[in-house]
């Protein structure tokens, strides 16, 4: 089973996931804009690696969105238990 903490780590991945594909973003796109490599970001995607701090910031720098925003609308997503 796993702890609140990595749901709510592969919750903020899928969001991003989502919002570079309603953007019309390839993968090698988001990874250029953000600094990263294209490989890393779609084992990310797959929840086959998980992303250092810096990492989920420069994607959601390179998408333009509130990283912080999406932790906290993943924690409300995952519940409320501690």
């Given amino acids: 089973m796993e702890d609140r903490a990595t749901r709510v780590n592969w919750t903020i991945i899928e969001c991003l996931a989502k919002i570079r594909s309603e ?3 390839s993968l090698q796109a988001l990874a250029d804009q953000a600094g990263v490599d294209r490989s890393y970001v ?13 990492v989920a910031l420069r994607l959601a720098y390179a998408l333009g969105v509130s990283l912080p925003r999406l932790i906290e609308d993943a924690e409300k997503a995952c519940g409320d238990e501690s």
């Fill in 23 to 25: 953007r019309g973003l």
């Fill in 42 to 54: 779609g084992l990310l995607e797959k929840h086959k690696s998980r992303p250092t701090l810096e």
